[in-house]
């Protein structure tokens, strides 16, 4: 890995400890300006302009190029600051459809319950909402096996997991998540959702600073579960949502969300070239090739931060 590539680094939550959410698992703020200071001294960072240079002639140039998913509060009010300090830029991806039904995904609602409640006593809770008829039939066994070995903080942490994620009929389980929330939030999802995700104003501040927004989708769903239909509506329609915002775009680009092979097709790659998207974004671990460049732009490669020094949660 310290050969003179070009890396793209993926970020997520990047914020300060917040005593109410003693167990969120985010990168340290202190940690990620750590990192930056790695990177610079170890590999150099990509200028913007080179790396959109890069794009278009198919020849890397050695450094970092930085990422951050999921159009997070943190990404303002913490990253933001100090790229501007530092003289950086970063490529922003975007979950559209929040601005629309302006409540928090799934996803994230999970997050923010493991973050703040203590894992045995948010599973207790859990049990008490899932009734067995809500579990698809082949994980019954499954859960109550699961639930009767659980020891560790961590058991209980997985079992959440899997159960919203795996268990769970998924007719049930926005509902469930949303039981779990009223129980342990006095706030609303779509109060959270204010100072949860970056505002359309926010947006807007990072495009001007020369920040590149790209789109994640409108929903955050695994493209590759869905009809050729539905993924041409979660990419055309997240874009003129960003084009609403900013009017323009330093650059089209996009990035599947949860990333992994399994996680498009060939399908959502031609849709992409279809819409003139210049580059996307997938998860592996390894630099950016020239072949990359020439043949595989709807799927660069990008590393997880933690795969570098500094770049683990501090829980
Ligand atoms: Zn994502």
Redesign the pocket.
């Known amino acids: 890995m310290n050969s003179p590539a070009m890396k793209a680094v993926m970020y997520?939550y990047v914020r300060p400890f917040d005593a109410d959410y003693p167990n969120f698992k985010n990168l340290h703020i202190d940690d990620f300006e750590k990192q930056l200071d790695y990177f610079d001294e170890t590999y150099g960072f990509v200028s913007k302009k080179d790396f959109l240079k890069a794009i278009e002639t198919g020849k890397p140039t050695p450094g970092v190029v930085l990422t951050f998913?999921?159009g997070f509060k943190d990404h303002f009010q913490y990253v933001l600051p100090v790229l501007q300090r530092r003289n950086l830029w970063g490529i922003f991806?975007i979950?559209t459809g929040v601005y629309t039904f302006r409540s928090l995904l799934d996803?994230h609602k999970i997050h923010l319950l493991l973050g703040k409640i203590p894992s045995p006593q948010l599973f207790e809770v859990l049990r008490g909402v899932v009734s067995e008829e809500m579990l698809s039939h082949k994980n019954v066994s499954a859960f109550r096996e699961a639930t009767y070995q659980l020891q560790k903080n961590d058991d209980h942490t997985n079992l959440v997991k899997r159960t919203l994620n795996y268990y769970i009929d998924y007719q049930f389980r926005t509902e469930v998540i949303d039981t779990l929330m009223s129980h342990f939030f006095e706030a609303s999802p779509s109060e959270i959702f204010e100072e949860f995700y970056l505002s359309e104003k926010e947006l807007k501040a990072m495009h001007d600073a020369g920040m590149i927004l790209g789109s994640?989708t409108v929903n955050?769903p695994v493209m590759s579960k869905l009809s050729l239909q539905e993924q041409k509506e979660e990419i055309i329609n997240s874009f003129s949502f960003l084009k609403s915002i900013t009017g323009e775009f330093h650059a089209k680009t996009f990035?599947y969300?949860?990333?992994g092979f399994h996680t498009f097709t060939d399908e959502t790659k031609k849709v992409l070239n279809n819409e003139h998207v210049q580059f996307s974004f997938n998860v592996e671990a390894r630099p950016i090739s020239v072949t990359d460049l020439v043949h595989n732009r709807q799927a660069l490669p990008r590393f997880d931060c933690n795969q570098f020094p500094f770049g683990n949660c501090r829980t």
């Open positions: 997520h998913d999921d991806y979950t996803v994640h955050h990035c969300p949860y990333g």
